[in-house]
């Protein structure tokens, strides 16, 4: 019997849970599944709050009241729960952080009088996802080798990437797994005297300011990641003289557009031009 009950009590926290920091209601009029301007705001405001994140995990509920027949109000709220979806995604939220999107029909109540409907129950709920986001604990880049940069085929005002920085997602920390390429990186200043560099930060997303993904903007989410690499060399004794950083936010992409979880992580990068030898 205990089990049972903590089944349900999992399932209400999900699905059934009333307006919280995790659960967001639109709603509608009547037999209506067209979202409207005043929902559409709502929704702009909540993302501007940093309330919705992009990169958030999403679950998106459609709901009818008890007007109509079963089938019609399993389409109403399909069709609602669909909308809603579709602004998400036109506001620069991946098609693919969107986890799950039903209609789950009327809502059954008795003893609510009248052929009004009850308007509370024609609403989207749109749930974060927590348990998923929690296994999506860091923003990386395409992770891919990276050889000593060869400083002789390289000439002023070129850059190279390096290919193996890690930071925690939506945020400038550096994790320690970032080293190999840092103390490269590192390296290679020290071997080289004269070299002075910037250092330059990229972030991914196409959508609108995707520093909205975050509680940084857009272009500062990436400049201050360029300076967290800033930081971590003059802590290491690289005179501040020959280093440079500026954030360039999603504005030079590799690739222009995003279709995959891979193509995000080809534009979130860090890149070190070369400013003299």
Do not use: W
Request: hydrophobic content about 35%; some cysteine; aromatic content about 6%.
């Amino acid at each position: 019997m205990k089990y049972i009950l903590l089944i349900l009590c999992i399932l209400s926290a999900v699905f059934g849970r009333s307006q919280s920091s995790d659960t967001f209601n639109v709603h509608f009029p009547l037999n209506v599944a067209k979202i409207s301007k005043e929902s559409t705001a709502y929704l702009d405001k909540l993302i501007f709050k940093d309330q919705l994140i992009h990169g958030d995990k999403l679950i998106v509920l459609g709901y009818a009241d008890y007007v109509g027949g079963s089938s019609y109000n399993d389409t109403l709220s399909m069709l609602r729960a669909k909308n809603v979806r579709d602004y998400l995604i036109t506001t620069g939220f991946d098609e693919k952080d969107i986890k799950l999107c039903i209609g789950k029909g009327k809502i059954d109540r008795a003893n609510v009088p009248g052929k009004e409907g009850y308007a509370p129950d024609r609403k989207v709920q749109i749930i974060i996802d927590r348990i998923e986001m929690s296994k999506a604990h860091e923003d990386t880049n395409t992770g891919q080798e990276n050889d000593k940069v060869d400083l002789k085929h390289l000439k002023v005002n070129q850059t190279f990437t390096l290919n193996n920085i890690f930071f925690k997602l939506n945020s400038p920390v550096l994790l320690d797994k970032s080293l190999p390429d840092l103390n490269n990186l590192l390296s290679i200043l020290k071997e080289n005297p004269s070299l002075n560099i910037q250092i330059e930060g990229h972030v991914c997303c196409m959508g609108p300011a995707e520093g909205a993904d975050s509680k940084y903007q857009h272009r500062n989410l990436s400049e201050c990641r360029a300076e967290a690499i800033y930081n971590f060399l003059v802590d290491k004794g690289v005179s501040k003289e020959r280093l440079k950083y500026i954030g360039l936010g999603n504005r030079n992409p590799i690739v222009k557009n995003e279709l995959t979880e891979q193509d995000k992580a080809k534009n979130r990068r860090v890149e070190i031009r070369i400013l003299s030898k």
